[in-house]
């Protein structure tokens, strides 16, 4: 409750109560568990686009457990459980899956298209229309991986 301060007797002045700026006791930092997590450089998948860009992911070859001993090997001092770690992998949307080459549908078009049309000379062949959908695709998903990057 705030605390009340009555000033000559005719106002009442309520001053709001201070715990709703009192931290936790039991509050950890996360960014330190952030910054391992991302030193594992998960990744957006092209063809899992129904989830990007709110997905990211992690080869199945890596476990929590091997992770997050690899996090206490270099942070002795950090206390953390197996239940934070996973929690705050959760948090930041990181899933594993076995990470192929697949494309995208409009990508595998592309690719199909014409076999003098390629990557590099996309751009180039303005008359195409292949290829102007593919620069286009190209261009969005490259901006979006950038700005999913900078989250």
């Given at each position: 409750m705030g605390h009340l301060n009555i000033e000559n007797n005719s106002s009442i002045i309520v001053s709001p109560s201070n715990n709703s700026k009192r931290e936790p006791w039991n509050k950890i930092d996360v960014e330190p568990i952030k910054s391992h997590i991302n030193s594992f450089n998960p990744s957006v998948a092209h063809y899992r686009r129904e989830h990007a860009p709110l997905k990211k992911y992690l080869s199945n070859e890596i476990t929590v457990t091997s992770m997050l001993s690899d996090f206490q090997e270099k942070n002795p001092d950090?206390?953390?459980?197996?239940?934070?770690?996973?929690?705050v992998l959760k948090k930041m949307n990181i899933s594993f899956t076995k990470l192929g080459h697949e494309e995208c549908e409009?990508?595998?078009?592309?690719?199909?298209?014409?076999?003098?049309?390629?990557?590099?000379?996309?751009q180039e062949n303005s008359d195409c229309d292949g290829c102007k959908k593919w620069s286009f695709h190209f261009e969005m998903y490259t901006n979006t991986r950038i700005k999913y990057d900078e989250q």
């Open positions: 950090f206390k953390c459980s197996y239940d934070m770690y996973r929690q409009l990508c595998e078009t592309f690719f199909q298209h014409d076999p003098n049309h390629n990557r590099h000379n996309a």
